[in-house]
């Protein structure tokens, strides 16, 4: 019974929505079962089916954090009742700062590991260029030798790592730092030869041992080039001087071994093309003798057809053999001919590129090493090729007259001009040594055949103006008297410079 105080009675449809909710949480209830840790209850039978639905640890899971407690010296059932509490406090101890440097090592440790996963990168290029690393001009010997300290130290390290074209860059930056460093040139040979550019290296070896003839990783890697270059006459000889004077040097004793082995098998095989063809000339020098065919009578013939071939098929026999023979010869002639004119291209090729290197030195103010790579460009040059020999001695001429050898300033031109009669730079070249050595007349002959070629060529006109004004003042001075004058050369305008090779000038004048 409900009391009519100050309450209101309940209606009809609060009591149906309780009877409901009554009524749902009693499916609910006969649909699930919670199953209680510890228990273990079979299910009814003939019962339905129903979802277990696990609450709270499993007994592993409670095993394995007791045996973490107990190792850790505390009380399973206090860390229990007070886990929650334990939680936040932690949260409260946390610091966000550590964490976050943690995350960010971690972070970087794995950039790095991918990195150093991937394929090295050479920046070689990059180092390389004297605007992006250096400002050579502005710094002092001291800093010079210090930056270039740093360089090889990163080209050894990039030695270490495999990366030799990155190391390569590196001593090259160091050599332009300090051009003297015979260790960081033989550095440089070793990168070579590591990637196969044996010339190179040999150039290399070169220089240094000019700077320190003492140096025998220098020889010893030069014996190497040159030993992979099939030079191996010229390894032999650096691997006995380096054995003279390091005789406990065990690489230079297995290479030259190998040297002599190689040397050996080499002239073995010149010896035997040798001999083959020289038997091959003494054949077809040979004298030949005539035979003479008799025709036979029938009975002979059939003779002979009944024993053996008869005379027209030995005569047929007889030609395809010669054809035979006459055929091998041709293609062995081919294949020799094909041999050598592979060889006439690689050589030509490395005549090129000492000739551009030649060329980058003189831009450079390098005369020594200008006139080193155009000597070695005629060394390297074919015999008999003048289209490039005439350009070479006139460019080695332009450097003996920089450096006042005009005496072989004059030779070179003159080997020019025997090589290539039409090329203006060489008379104009061999006018100016031949001006510098007092011999006016005959300048002034080259001076007007180089004009006759090139008759834009300001500077030649010049030169030819001063030949003339020389002779003048000493005809005045021996009391001579004037010739006829001679017709004025005026200057061209927008004329080209005969004393120019590879965008730069030289001016030649009286020494």
């Known amino acids: ?107 970087k440790a794995k950039d790095e590991f991918k990195t150093f996963s991937k394929k090295a990168v050479d920046y070689g290029d990059e180092v390389h260029d004297p605007n ?126 190998e040297v002599e082995y190689k040397k050996k098998e080499k002239d073995d095989k010149e010896a035997k093309k040798a001999k083959e063809e020289s038997d091959r000339t003494q054949y077809e020098n040979a004298p030949r003798r005539k035979i003479m065919i008799q025709e036979t009578d029938d009975d002979d013939e059939e003779e002979d057809e009944e024993g053996g071939m008869d005379s027209v098929a030995m005569l047929a026999a007889k030609e395809s053999l010669r054809k035979k023979q006459d055929n091998e010869s041709d293609a062995k002639e081919s294949s020799r001919l094909k041999a050598e004119k592979e060889g006439e291209l690689l050589r030509l090729g490395a005549a090129r590129a000492e000739k551009a290197k030649g060329n980058d030195a003189f831009k450079a103010n390098d005369l020594p090493g200008a006139l080193l790579h155009y000597t070695r460009a005629m060394a390297a040059l074919p015999d008999g090729d003048k289209e490039e020999a005439h350009l070479i001695l006139s460019n080695r001429a332009m450097v003996h007259l920089k450096a006042k050898s005009f005496l072989l300033a004059e030779s070179d031109s003159s080997a020019a001009i025997a090589a290539n009669g039409k090329w203006g730079k060489a008379y104009h070249r061999r006018g100016v040594a031949r001006y510098n050595l007092g011999r006016l007349e005959e300048a002034l002959v080259d001076l007007e055949s180089a004009l006759k070629m090139e008759p834009g060529s300001n500077a030649t006109i010049d030169e030819i103006r001063n030949v003339r004004q020389l002779q003048t003042a000493k005809r005045r001075a021996n009391g001579e008297a004037e010739p006829s004058p001679a017709k004025p050369v005026k200057p061209v305008k927008g004329g080209t410079d005969a004393g120019k090779m590879g965008g730069f000038k030289f001016g030649a004048g009286k020494a």
């Open 132 to 257: 992006k690393t250096y400002s050579i001009e502005m710094m002092s010997a001291l800093e010079k030798r210090h930056a270039a300290k740093r360089e090889k130290e990163k080209g050894n390290e990039c030695m270490k790592a495999g990366e030799i074209n990155a190391a390569v860059a590196y001593y090259t930056k160091a050599l332009e730092l300090v051009p003297g460093d015979h260790l960081v040139l033989g550095n440089r040979a070793q990168a070579y030869i590591g990637i196969r550019c044996y010339y190179q290296s040999e150039v290399d070896c070169d220089k240094a041992l000019a700077i320190d003839p003492a140096y025998f990783k220098a020889r010893y890697r030069r014996a190497v080039a040159k030993k992979e270059q099939h030079k191996y006459g010229e390894s032999l000889e650096d691997l006995t001087e380096l054995l003279r004077t390091n005789p406990e040097h065990t690489l230079g004793v297995k290479l030259l071994q």
């Open 1 to 107: 019974d409900h009391k009519r105080g100050g309450s209101e009675e309940p209606s009809l449809s609060d009591f149906l929505a309780d009877i409901n909710d009554k009524d749902a949480q009693l499916r609910l209830a006969g649909q699930v079962e919670r199953v209680v840790p510890g228990s273990k209850m079979p299910p009814v039978r003939n019962a339905r089916p129903v979802r277990n639905i696990q609450t709270g640890k499993s007994r592993v899971e409670e095993a394995k954090e007791a045996a973490k407690l107990a190792k850790e010296g505390k009380d399973p059932s206090k860390h229990q009742k007070y886990y929650s509490y334990e939680y936040f406090k932690e949260w409260d101890t946390f610091d966000v700062d550590k964490e976050i440097e943690r995350i960010e090592k971690e972070e």
